[in-house]
Structures are given as structure tokens and as C-alpha cells.
Nanobody
Framework: QVQLVESGGGLVQPGGSLRLSCTAS????????LGWYRQAPGKARELVAR???????NYADSVKGRFTISGDNAKNTVYLQMNSLEPEDTAVYYC??????WGKGTLVTVSS
């Protein structure tokens, strides 16, 4: 079992920045396989960014150049640095582990 706990959401103005954190515990050896998804009101959950099994990062086209995923193996923590935020980025952001485990989510609201 793997437990995932997100933090860092909140209200930010358009053009602003936020950094989300996800700390994993349980049967996890490194951050490869962790990632971020989001679900906006009335929409399906979608991939935002992830670190695959060999450490390569993948991003949704809508966030490329604005969001950066990174991690700290010593802390079993993965981060999502979000810059140039847009109202369309408003969603609940979920940490995902290995396509199986989910955190409870953290709300990001981009609004003036």
C-alpha cells in the first residue's frame, strides 16, 4: 500500500504561481511513478504531469512551459511548480502513484 498526501493548493490570481507537494509513504522506494492529475468542475480527471518508471517527465500539452514536476527521493516527495496560472487551471489536483494510488486532492483556484 502507498499513501499520498497533497498540500499547497489555494487561491491565486491569474498569472500567479503555486507549488504543490505530494508526500508518499508506505511501500515506495523512490519517486518514479508519481504524478499529478486534475479534475475541473464538470470535467473528467486528466493527467497534468508525471515522472515515469525511468525518471522521465511527461506533461499535458496545456501546461507545457508553465508547470514543472520535480521530486526529492530522500523525502519521497514530488512537487508541481505551477507558473503563469490561468483560470482554466482551476481544479482539484490529485497526486497519483503508479496509476493505482490516489491522494485526496488539493483545490487550486485561479481567479481575480
Amino acid at each position: 500500500q502507498v499513501q499520498l498526501v497533497e498540500s499547497g493548493g489555494g487561491l491565486v490570481q491569474p498569472g500567479g504561481s503555486l507549488r504543490l507537494s505530494c508526500t508518499a509513504s508506505g511501500r515506495i522506494f523512490n519517486i518514479n511513478g508519481l504524478g499529478w492529475y486534475r479534475q475541473a468542475p464538470g470535467k473528467a480527471r486528466e493527467l497534468v504531469a508525471r515522472i515515469n518508471s525511468v525518471g522521465k517527465t511527461n506533461y499535458a500539452d496545456s501546461v507545457k512551459g508553465r508547470f514543472t514536476i520535480s521530486g526529492d527521493n530522500a523525502k519521497n516527495t514530488v512537487y508541481l511548480q505551477m507558473n503563469s496560472l490561468e483560470p482554466e487551471d482551476t481544479a482539484v489536483y490529485y497526486c497519483n502513484g503508479f496509476g493505482v494510488y490516489w491522494g485526496k486532492g488539493t483545490l487550486v483556484t485561479v481567479s481575480s
